[in-house]
């Protein structure tokens, strides 16, 4: 294959790769690494950063690192390392033995820093951080140099243990690597490189008490762990520079190679873990995982399947330019998916009576639904009728609209899998509510029989009021109504909506918790709980578009 059939169709990403590989950089090696901070639980952008950077590795059979960048104690925990792991084996990536932390790596981080001291490319700072940030610059003008810039290696070098023996307080002194203070990119005007925050670590404890600033720990750990190609975000472009000092300036036996691509962001919801974060901890949602979350786990809650999600990252690939994703995209790679693989059934959430007057009374009979209408080999399964059955209370109309082709006085309407029935009489309660409907049968036009010739316009969903069983359903809808929310926006006040009383088609009885259907007429929906036997299920998703649909309304 010629370096052009190689590259042809791939995203700038894998023709660097391809290109380095060529080359023999890093002696034609390849190896990626996901880097979560564990303050938080991942978000959808997340996935997308762990389909790129699992997704390209397994490509080249190289190793992907995950490795937690955890380098400030005071936000990290175990928990959120824990659901890390498990969302990232949830999308179906596995690490083998690439397991890693910014914190195994702490003792040659500090060799390095010891390095850039003896070079004299590094000092500390005894100026308040009050004092560096004002002294910084601007974009517009330069930064001013700290009068302790000048401390000879030997100091420097003395101050730097005494500050690791813990005989400071936070805050007293700080390292910063010596670079340019009147340069244009602030992110090289001396950065801070460590810090003192006397502070036990989740998995160091007590053995340090000064910790790496990010960019520091960041491209060593990416040098030291054999990282050659560190895929990162946007907003990390302008800390590229300063990545390529410090692997100019230090004796590393890898060179990786920062490239970014764009953030994920999608439409009524929030990509970010602060934000995610203050959601949980205000009890606005139940936790990390309610299913209106954008968290890899609140879809997971939601319903969603990992092999959606992996297509849907697929979908958004890789670019460069910011994009806010559609939400349409999301929940039309899921619908594509559950459309496929989804039994049907079905299940009544408003329920209205019907009775048929000219059934025999006592009696019922049992009829054979399809589990899938194009999948003949996904079988049957078999439903009840009888005398006394429960419909959508939408599905009629005392005074019809045009165009309305379900149940009304005198229409009739097919039951699907069963007969077509017509509305003889409608009966109210005291308030003028419509409580039943009495309706009569054609026996003559059983499902699937063939001989009937009548015809209806539509065919509306039901279940045997003395078979069905009784449980819960939740409805969601996003998260907030806003299309670019903040974290003031209101939460959308329709985006949980509980429905107590559902009535469910008896072969329900038997469903497993994880089980997705589909709900005739009604949407996705996966059976997230049983409760006293009381059966509870999530919707996943709408049938239709109706997202959509509602935009272009707007429109
Ligand atoms: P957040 O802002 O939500 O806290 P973060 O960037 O601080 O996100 P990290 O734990 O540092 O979270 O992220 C780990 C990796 O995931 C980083 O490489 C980061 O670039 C990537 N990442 C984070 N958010 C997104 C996103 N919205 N789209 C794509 N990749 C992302
Ligand atoms: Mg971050």
Same mark, same amino acid.
């Given at each position: 294959m010629s370096k052009k059939d190689k590259y042809r169709g791939k995203d700038f990403i894998r023709q660097m790769i391809h290109h380095d590989i060529d080359q023999g950089v890093n002696d034609g090696r390849l190896a990626t690494r996901f880097p979560p901070e564990p303050n938080g639980y991942l978000h959808i952008g997340h996935a997308l950063s762990i389909y790129i950077n699992f997704g390209i590795a397994e490509e080249f059979d190289a190793p992907c690192y995950l490795r937690?960048?955890?380098?400030?104690?005071?936000? *990290?925990?175990d928990e959120y390392v824990n659901s890390i792991m498990e969302d990232v084996k949830w999308l179906g990536f596995d690490w083998g033995n690439n397991l890693a932390h910014a914190s195994d790596y702490f003792e040659s981080i500090h060799e390095f820093a010891i390095e850039l001291i003896e070079k004299d490319l590094a000092f500390v700072d005894s100026q308040t951080s009050e004092e560096i940030r004002n002294t910084r610059g601007t974009l517009n003008s330069p930064g001013i140099e700290s009068?302790? $810039?000048? $401390?000879?290696v030997s100091e420097n070098l003395g101050l730097f243990n005494r500050m690791k023996n813990g005989e400071f307080e936070n805050g007293e002194h700080v390292l910063r690597a010596k670079?340019?203070?009147?340069?244009?990119?602030?992110?090289? $005007?001396?950065?801070?490189?460590y810090r003192i925050l006397n502070l036990e670590h989740q $998995?160091?404890?007590?053995?340090?008490c000064i910790y790496p600033m990010y960019d520091f720990a960041h491209t060593l750990s990416d040098a030291i762990e054999g990282t050659t190609h560190s895929l990162c975000t946007l907003e990390f472009e302008d800390h590229r520079p300063l990545y390529e000092w410090f692997l100019d300036n230090l004796n590393l036996s890898t060179r990786p190679r920062q490239i970014e691509f764009s953030r994920l962001n999608v439409e009524h919801t929030i990509t970010s873990k602060r934000k995610l974060g203050e959601l949980v901890d205000s009890g606005?949602?139940?936790?990390?995982?309610?299913?209106?979350?954008?968290?890899i786990s609140g879809l997971r809650k939601r319903g969603y399947p990992a092999s959606a999600l992996r297509e849907f990252c697929k979908r958004v690939g890789i670019t460069k330019k910011d994009k806010s994703i559609e939400m349409s995209l999301l929940e039309s790679t899921v619908r594509e998916e559950l459309d496929a693989t989804c039994n049907r059934v079905m299940a009544i959430m408003n329920p209205l009576k019907v009775t048929i007057k000219n059934y025999p009374d006592g009696e019922s009979e049992t009829l054979e639904a399809s589990n899938h209408p194009k999948k003949k080999e996904m079988g049957i399964r078999e439903m009840s009728f009888g005398k006394n059955i429960l419909i959508e209370?939408?599905?009629?109309? *005392?005074?019809? *609209? *045009?165009?309305?082709?379900?149940?009304?006085?005198?229409a009739e309407v097919r039951l699907r899998y069963a007969y077509i029935i017509k509305c003889e009489e409608i009966i109210k309660d005291e308030d003028g509510e419509i409580i039943e409907l009495i309706c009569s049968y054609d026996p003559?036009?059983?499902?699937?029989?063939?001989?009937?010739?009548k015809k209806v316009k539509s065919a509306i969903h039901w279940v045997s009021a003395d078979h069905s069983i009784t449980g819960k359903v939740r409805l969601f809808e996003t998260?907030?109504?806003?299309?670019?929310?903040?974290?003031?926006s209101p939460l959308n006040p329709n985006s949980k909506i509980e429905i107590d009383e559902a009535q469910f088609e008896?072969?329900?009885?038997?469903a497993k918790i994880g089980s997705r259907f589909q709900f005739e007429r009604s949407g996705y929906f996966i059976l997230d709980e049983i409760e006293d036997e009381k059966l509870s299920f999530n919707r996943?998703?709408?049938?239709?578009d109706t997202w959509a649909k509602i935009q272009k309304k707007k429109k």
């Open positions: 937690f960048d955890d380098t400030n104690p005071a936000k *990290e925990s009068p302790y $810039r000048n $401390r000879s670079i340019d203070m009147s340069s244009p990119n602030i992110n090289l $005007r001396d950065p801070v490189i $998995r160091t404890g007590k053995t340090w606005d949602v139940s936790g990390w995982d309610d299913p209106r979350m954008p968290t209370k939408d599905d009629f109309m *005392e005074s019809p *609209e *045009e165009d309305f082709y379900r149940l009304s006085p005198g003559d036009t059983k499902s699937g029989v063939g001989k009937s010739k998260l907030y109504s806003d299309p670019s929310p903040d974290s003031d008896q072969s329900l009885s038997n996943i998703v709408t049938l239709k």
